[in-house]
């Protein structure tokens, strides 16, 4: 009689097969971190453009209008945060350019953020800006599209979820535009 041989090990499909399995746990990982990671910044840039509106109107709440604005003196004054400052420059939290400037015979201000993914587009274009006296915005642009607040009389928000979804594209080349008074 001959002796049975024990087997250690595994064989290769069995490795194949357990390979497999921890490259699809990492790559659900890798996506969970992501979409985690993703939440984050959407909060984030949602509390920068709160922030920059609320420093903004604080500083120039007693000058007569907005003609002193300007990149230098915000980040020199500390108005802009610090997360947001990159040299001379100004940047959200995807990296994307934000420019400040007034507009309109310098009775009102305006704020852009530049490069913006679908998801941040979307949440930043619903953003709550309060009705009555207490809101300053006077228009959101959405790439090319113009949405007028209506002020002291607005009793929703000046962009439909509808409307916030078409006017953002499905990339990473978003550019939202408030107006401020």
């Not at 041989?5 to 971190?33: C, D, H, P, R, W």
């Not at 002291?152 to 939202?176: F, G, H, S, W």
């Amino acid at each position: 009689m001959e002796k049975q041989k024990s087997q250690s090990g595994y064989t290769l499909i069995e490795a194949i097969m357990f390979i497999g399995v921890i490259a699809m746990l990492a790559i659900a990982v890798i996506n969970l971190i992501n979409s985690m990671l993703d939440k984050y910044r959407i909060s984030r840039v949602t509390q920068q453009i709160v922030d920059l509106q609320k420093n903004i109107d604080f500083r120039f709440s007693a000058a007569e209008n907005f003609g002193d604005l300007e990149s230098k003196l915000l980040t020199g004054e500390s108005i802009v945060p610090g997360d947001m400052v990159g040299g001379n420059k100004i940047y959200h939290a995807y990296k994307g350019e934000v420019t400040i400037k007034s507009a309109q015979q310098d009775s009102v201000y305006e704020v852009t953020f530049k490069d913006l993914p679908y998801n941040a587009c979307t949440e930043l274009a619903m953003i709550d800006w309060m009705t009555g006296y207490n809101s300053h915005l006077v228009h959101i642009k959405v790439n090319s599209k113009y949405f007028t607040w209506q002020g002291k009389n607005a009793t929703k928000l000046p962009m439909e979820y509808d409307n916030a979804i078409t006017a953002c594209q499905d990339n990473r080349n978003n550019v939202i535009t408030w107006q401020f008074q």
